[in-house]
């Protein structure tokens, strides 16, 4: 059980709200690059098959159900230092992390034998992902509970954690695709190798940069007990089999990031391929995180406080699914109505996004009243797994379905292609986001009522 810190500290404020931007500004940095653009660098750049970069993004998703499970683990036990329980393993990991997402960009390797580039490709996607990223991402998605204790400052925190993804998708969404493309000898829109390591490296400096200043403006003020109990992977299967509210959220993560990598992944085909025009990307990427920031900051908080995160994150996704599905049926040939579709398809991002930071505590909240103990760094690897499984799903998919469709670097503008490429760009998102609003309605049990409930149960546990 959590327990207030009785040395005086300074009172939860808008240091650790932008702190904690800052940590997710870091955070996807490298992971929407690699979400983004690692299937089409290596695809177009490095000659890999579609199929084989997807089946590396799956495969490295059971070496993350150890990594993930192990750091929480190692969280959960670690002994606090003067900053706290989590502040000290993200600065650890800032500097590899930022490393290992440079090198997996590595463009002047690009005219090396095919077995060395699939060699290249799958160490250091494994040591980014599965070792680096794992070692930042999990001590600070579990650092929220010890920020703070009360449910509406967690939902701060996590609003403004989606504005630090969403401010990092926005440099990466807009710029990139300005810079990294560019035209050959036949008009095609063509990614540059060089400008894509360089990109790279770009991104890793800035990330550096914003764990700095999380770990630096953050402060935890809520003691969480060292979890001292032998681990048993019995106990924590029973744990995750026995709790309807982690199970569900797992799953809803899962469908969830199927939906959203899916959709902006496809960008870097939808655009260059099918409407020819690359700033097309650019131009529905900074619509997009406008209209996110907007939702984040000033829409979202306080309709999640009167209706409920639950609540509020069925009704977004309801949207993002007739969005995409009427983008479907209607065929798009202009390229900018197609981004007023797209950007309406975002309200399901958006308004899940906002809330499921604060979900996963209410989780940890609801875990804690059934067990008398908390395991925040165990929980959170549990989600951040499943999280990992969503991305590699997707990625898995859309390699799949692009060598299905025929995608080569050589085929990449037939006709037969870029029509497949917009039949997956549109169907697939809609699928997972009605998905996701079947999940969230029908099995996922913390609505608003149950989640106030439990934070005025925790607060008598507190005072005892």
């Not at 969403?166 to 810079?179: E, F, N, W």
């Amino acid at each position: 059980m959590a327990t207030k810190n009785t040395t005086a500290v300074k009172p939860f404020g808008w240091a650790d709200k932008i702190g904690y931007a800052m940590g997710d500004f870091g955070n996807d940095f490298t992971f929407i690059l690699a979400s983004s653009f690692m299937l089409k660098f290596y695809t177009d750049v490095m000659g890999v098959s579609a199929g084989l970069v997807g089946l590396l993004m799956m495969m490295a998703r059971f070496v993350d159900a150890f990594t993930d499970t192990a750091m929480g683990q190692v969280v959960d036990r670690s002994k606090p230092t003067e900053k706290g329980r989590f502040i000290p393993w993200m600065r650890r990991f800032m500097g590899p992390v930022a490393l290992a997402s440079l090198l997996l960009y590595a463009s002047w390797f690009q005219n090396m034998p095919m077995a060395f580039k699939i060699f290249w490709m799958f160490f250091t996607y494994l040591l980014w992902g599965s070792v680096c990223y794992t070692g930042v991402n999990i001590p600070y998605g579990s650092m929220a509970s010890a920020i703070t204790d009360n449910p509406d400052e967690r939902t701060q925190l996590s609003s403004w954690r989606n504005i630090g993804a969403t401010l990092a998708s926005t440099v990466i969404g807009v710029i990139l695709p300005l810079v990294v493309y560019y035209t050959d000898a036949n008009g095609n829109t063509q990614l540059s190798g060089t400008k894509m390591t360089i990109a790279a490296l770009v991104c890793s400096i800035c990330a550096v940069i914003c764990y700095f200043l999380c770990t630096s403006l953050c402060t935890e003020r809520v003691k969480i007990p060292t979890k001292t109990e032998k681990f048993s992977l019995g106990a924590l299967l029973k744990q995750l089999g026995s709790s309807r509210a982690l199970i569900s959220i797992i799953a809803a993560a899962i469908v969830l990031l199927l939906a959203q990598l899916t959709m902006q992944g496809m960008n870097n085909y939808i655009y260059p391929n099918y409407f020819n025009n690359a700033t097309g990307a650019s131009i529905a990427s900074l619509v997009g995180s406008v209209m996110m920031l907007i939702l984040a900051a000033f829409v979202i908080p306080p309709l999640s406080k009167r209706f409920g995160k639950k609540e509020v994150a069925i009704a977004g996704n309801a949207v993002a699914v007739i969005a995409f599905a009427a983008a479907f049926v209607l065929r798009i040939q202009n390229m900018y109505v197609y981004i007023v579709f797209y950007t309406l398809g975002y309200f399901g991002v958006a308004f899940f996004n906002t809330c499921v930071w604060a979900m996963i505590i209410d989780v940890i909240d609801e875990d804690n009243i059934r067990r008398g103990t908390r395991s925040d760094g165990t929980i959170y690897s549990l989600y951040s797994f499943a999280r990992k499984i969503g991305q590699a799903l997707s990625s898995g998919l859309t390699g799949a379905l692009l060598t299905m469709i025929g995608y080569t670097a050589e085929t990449a503008f037939d006709t037969s292609v870029v029509n497949g490429i917009y039949t997956i760009s549109t169907l697939i998102p809609a699928i997972g986001f009605g998905l996701l609003v079947v999940i969230l309605a029908f099995w996922y049990p913390l609505d608003k009522k149950t989640v106030d409930s439990n934070a005025a149960k925790l607060a008598e546990m507190r005072k005892q």
